[in-house]
């Protein structure tokens, strides 16, 4: 499974920025598909997760600003940001997972098998 991020850039604080993450995978919707970030020195913070039947999942920091769908016909998985801070610059990766997780771990980053290699976003 290969996954490919796109959409990042710089962008100034109160914008938006839709990220991309296309999948080579077969099994693409069958698990579920989180965005995750990286402030260099920092873990790694799941922020979105959505689950095989749509169901979706946020951190605090993404909660009414972030949205995570996808698109199975596509084998695309997205995450809209709006109203982006400073404080959101970051990397930003994709990942799927390639087993069932239990509830309340879907933004374990440990939780996840297939990564891409992520897409710089920059808010000043």
């Known amino acids: 499974v290969q996954l490919v991020e796109s959409g990042g850039g710089s962008v100034q604080a109160g914008g938006s920025l839709r990220l991309s993450c296309a999948s080579s995978?077969?099994?693409?919707?069958?698990?579920?598909l989180a965005w995750f970030r990286e402030i260099p020195g920092k873990e790694r913070e799941g922020i979105a997760a959505?689950?095989?039947?749509?169901?979706?999942s946020y951190s605090d920091s993404a909660k009414g600003r972030f949205t995570i769908s996808k698109d199975n016909a596509k084998n695309t998985l997205y995450l809209q940001m709006n109203s982006l801070k400073p404080e959101d610059t970051a990397m930003y990766y994709c990942?799927?997972?390639?087993?069932?997780?239990?509830?309340?771990?879907?933004?374990?980053?440990?939780?996840?098998?297939?990564w891409g290699q992520g897409t710089q976003v920059t808010v000043s």
């Open positions: 995978g077969r099994v693409y919707s069958r698990y579920c």
């Open positions: 990942a799927q997972a390639s087993r069932g997780m239990e509830p309340g771990t879907h933004l374990s980053p440990n939780q996840y098998t297939y």
């Open positions: 959505i689950l095989n039947d749509g169901t979706t």
